[in-house]
């Protein structure tokens, strides 16, 4: 408004006279003024694409009635700009043609004869959506999450709806809540969850729940943290309590830790140490195991773990321990077996079951064989209950063994059988065959003595015999024969010249016989030579009385052996006195 100020002159033909001026000055403008502004303007409706505002008329109108209200708004990137106008009867007014979900602020202008007033304050910004929806959980950031124990995971979930949903979590039927791993924001629009150092209790389906006046919405997630599992089920079982081992059983795992089951880990407390030791591993996920290896008396106690991919479980330990014993005895010793056939690679051996099983039915026998190169025992073989017979093969000829016999039962093998004694490995028939390295000429002095130890094979063991110049010899003072199966023994004492010549040995079974002979020479200092008588002299003969051995009488001659060291040979014609006087 500019200011003004005036002054008058009078006006004749003779001029004007000196000016009249006023003495303050004036405003130049209408006598009333613009109006105040509104108060209170507020959104009392909404959508998508319109606001419905309301205000209260100014308290000043200038002077002027208002005329009109104009109602401007200002988008989140404007000027504010005419929007609506309505008269001054109305002091409410609907904004239409606008953008969804953008912010909008508000204000309006009362208009008079002076022109446009003040602008009211201007509204909060309305972001103009639906006024009444329902909820609406977006699924997009819902995707099932899978990680390992000790890793964090996280859920951001933009929720819609009008008013704004109410949105709580659950987790296996209860509420989720924050704790000192676990956060959760809630504010209008969206949610947050953030689980850090996941536990394997973390894991399950999680529900999301928004609820508003106008309806409700449910979401699910799956959440698997893999972890060990939990302990096998109780009660672990022991069954089967023998002397060498037991049988186990047990439950699966309540949580198998999110995956399966790979095996389940056997320990036993070991007597000796206290220590827990590995007893064995179940193939797969058996829910039971033979545990084998204890020892005889002694006290043991189990327990067991599960194992997946991530680890071993906390064990499952058994209530009680056992004693490694038989519920019954091993069983007593099967009768002294018997050679009832043989070669000279094998025997057949026939026995008969033991008087007192043990309490538990025989389940087989175990041959044990030993040599003369291996004196320990060991098994060869196993027969079933039902048989009490066996052939034991790959002998190796010529090698003497012993054979016995154990019964089996669930308690294990008894106690052995008698041995078969030592049995040479040989064929069941054969000529006899003296073994003539230990039959050598000998020469000793008279009242020595000596002897012959000849081994002689055969099947069946020869009969033995012994003759000397071809007449059986027998047991007498100084001569001692004895026979074993294969091998005869002749003994001299305080040998005699008498007892020089050819010795023969023979073998005699059904399959053949066998003959060796043996020279022995008895040495004496000679005796005097003496004189002989001959009678009965013929053309080609003549009988002798005296020392000499030998005597070969012809018609011009005659050829005479005596004894000095050896015998010698004299001859000699005839004489006319063939003796001597006696």
Request: glycine share 8%.
């Amino acid at each position: 408004h500019t200011l003004y100020k005036f002054r008058v002159k009078a006006l004749n033909k003779e001029g004007e006279s000196e000016p009249l001026e006023m003495d303050g000055t004036i405003v130049a403008k209408n006598p009333f003024d613009e109006p105040g502004k509104p108060g209170n303007v507020e959104a009392t409706d909404w959508d998508k694409d319109h606001v419905d505002l309301k205000w209260t008329p100014p308290e000043n109108d200038g002077g002027a009635p208002v005329e009109k209200y104009i109602i401007e708004k200002k988008d989140k990137w404007g000027n504010w700009e005419k929007a609506a106008e309505v008269p001054a009867s109305q002091t409410k007014a609907t904004v239409g043609d606008l953008a969804a979900n953008q912010p909008y602020e508000f204000r309006v202008i009362a208009v008079n004869k002076a022109g446009p007033g003040e602008p009211s304050d201007a509204t909060l910004p309305i972001i103009t959506k639906p006024r009444k929806l329902a909820p609406k959980i977006d699924r997009t950031n819902l995707d099932k999450v899978r990680i390992k124990a000790g890793q964090n995971f996280n859920f951001d979930v933009n929720v819609i709806g009008e008013p704004p949903p109410e949105v709580t979590w659950t987790l296996k039927g209860k509420k989720v809540l924050p704790s000192d791993h676990v956060k959760l924001t809630n504010v209008p629009y969206n949610t947050k969850l953030n689980v850090r150092h996941a536990q394997r209790a973390d894991s399950g389906t999680y529900t999301i729940t928004a609820v508003n006046e106008h309806g409700k919405d449910v979401a699910d997630v799956e959440v698997i943290v893999l972890d060990k599992p939990t302990p096998p089920g109780g009660p672990l079982k022991i069954e089967d309590v023998h002397a060498e081992g037991c049988t186990l059983k047990w439950n699966p795992p309540v949580d198998d830790g999110g995956m399966p089951v790979d095996h389940y880990v056997v320990e036993k407390l070991d007597p000796n140490t206290g220590l827990w030791v590995p007893a064995g591993d179940t193939i797969g996920p058996e829910t039971q195991m033979k545990v084998k290896g204890l020892q005889p008396g002694k006290t043991y106690k189990f327990r067991v773990k599960a194992a997946n991919r991530q680890g071993e479980s906390e064990p499952l330990e058994a209530d009680k321990s056992i004693v490694a014993k038989n519920p019954f005895d091993e069983p007593g010793s099967p009768g002294k077996p018997e050679i009832e056939d043989y070669d000279k690679d094998f025997v057949k051996l026939k026995w008969t079951p033991p008087e007192n099983d043990g309490g538990s039915p025989i389940t087989g026998y175990v041959i044990e064989k030993k040599d003369k190169y291996n004196p320990d025992w060991t098994p060869v073989m196993e027969v079933p209950a039902d048989e009490t017979k066996a052939k034991v093969g790959d002998l190796i000829e010529g090698t003497p063994y012993e054979f016995r016999v154990r019964a089996v039962n669930k308690g294990g093998p008894g106690v052995p059988s008698e041995s078969t004694g030592q049995h040479v490995a040989r064929p069941k028939n054969m000529a006899p065959r003296i073994d003539r390295t230990a039959l050598h000429d000998i020469r000793i002095k008279v009242g020595k003595s000596f002897e012959f130890e000849v081994p002689v094979l055969g099947e069946p063991p020869p009969n033995k015999k012994w003759a000397l110049e071809g007449k059986s010899i027998e047991d007498d003072k100084r001569w001692t024969i004895s026979h074993e199966p294969y091998k005869t023994k002749l003994a001299v004492r305080n040998a005699e010249r008498g007892d020089s010549g050819t010795l023969t040995l023979t073998a005699t079974n059904p399959n053949g016989t066998d003959t060796a002979k043996v020279n022995v020479v008895v040495m004496d200092v000679p005796q005097a030579p003496q004189l002989i008588k001959i009678d009965k002299i013929t053309k080609a003969t003549a009988k002798y009385h005296g020392s000499l051995q030998r005597m070969t009488v012809v018609a011009t001659s005659c050829i005479m052996l005596w004894r000095r060291r050896i015998w010698t040979l004299a001859s000699g014609p005839l004489l006319p006195k063939l003796w001597a006087p006696q």
